[in-house]
Antibody, heavy 121, light 108 residues
Framework: QVQLVQSGAEVKKPGASVRVSCKVS????????MHWVRQAPGKGLEWMGG????????VYAQKFQGRVTMTEDTSTDTAYMELTSLRSEDTAVYYC??????????????WGQGTLVTVSS | EIVMTQSPATLSVSPGQRATLSCRAS??????LAWYQQKPGQAPRLLIY???TRATGIPARFSGSGSGTDFTLTISSLQSEDFAIYYC??????????FGQGTKVEIK
């Protein structure tokens, strides 16, 4: 059973950056395809980016290109998502989520508890 | 990008009754569709993948069907803990991985 534990809530001012961490246990990061999904208040789920199993790289949603960076530290089995140039519309709960295994078809089996990021002046 | 459309937006059902939720893809996703349940203040939970395979620990009252562009999630006899929002997600054509906008199942 994969467990994902995320860092705590953040409050940021517009224009700032935020980094959210996601600690993996039960498996190693190398065994997972890690992705990030966000959910604005009262809204649905929005995929932000994650591991592309076809080329082995991290791919981002076009909407976030240039503002988001997802990294992985395999020595600590921790994934990170950094979002820059924050604006009020980025206020949301950010989830890490993963698929176990190396296949090309990825559904999201395990989810972190979510990290609320509030952007407010 | 494949657009996923769920209907209805809200479904009012009495406990013990059947609930039928729909999800339509803008183009074929074969059987590469998952369903998730989300309760207030909680992370989503995987219910179904490959359109009809229940995830580990998911009760048999949840069933999925469909292929191509039209999919259905059926909850055969609603329990109190089943009142939640349900999302479908396609993983056939990516990036991006895309979700429907959700169906809220509420108590009638």
């Amino acid at each position: 059973q994969v467990q994902l534990v995320q860092s705590g809530a953040e409050v940021k001012k517009p224009g700032a950056s935020v980094r959210v961490s996601c600690k993996v246990s039960g498996y190693t990061l190398r065994e997972l395809s890690m992705h990030w999904v966000r959910q604005a208040p009262g809204k649905g789920l929005e995929w932000m980016g994650g591991f592309d199993p076809e080329d082995g790289k991290i791919v981002y949603a076009q909407k976030f290109q240039g503002r988001v960076t997802m990294t992985e530290d395999t020595s600590t089995d921790t994934a990170y998502m950094e979002l820059t140039s924050l604006r009020s519309e980025d206020t949301a709960v950010y989830y890490c989520t993963c698929h176990l295994g190396a296949g090309l078809l990825i559904w999201f089996e395990s989810w972190g508890q979510g990290t609320l990021v509030t952007v407010s002046s | 990008e494949i657009v996923m459309t769920q209907s209805p937006a809200t479904l009012s059902v009495s406990p013990g009754q059947r609930a039928t939720l729909s999800c339509r893809a803008s183009q074929s996703v074969s059987s590469n569709l998952a369903w998730y349940q989300q309760k207030p203040g909680q992370a989503p939970r995987l219910l179904i993948y490959y359109a009809s395979t229940r995830a580990t620990g998911i009760p048999a009252r949840f069933s999925g069907s469909g292929s191509g562009t039209d999919f259905t999630l059926t909850i055969s006899s609603l329990q109190s803990e089943d009142f939640a929002i349900y999302y479908c997600q396609q993983y056939n054509n990516w990036p991006p991985w895309t979700f429907g906008q959700g169906t809220k199942v509420e108590i009638k």
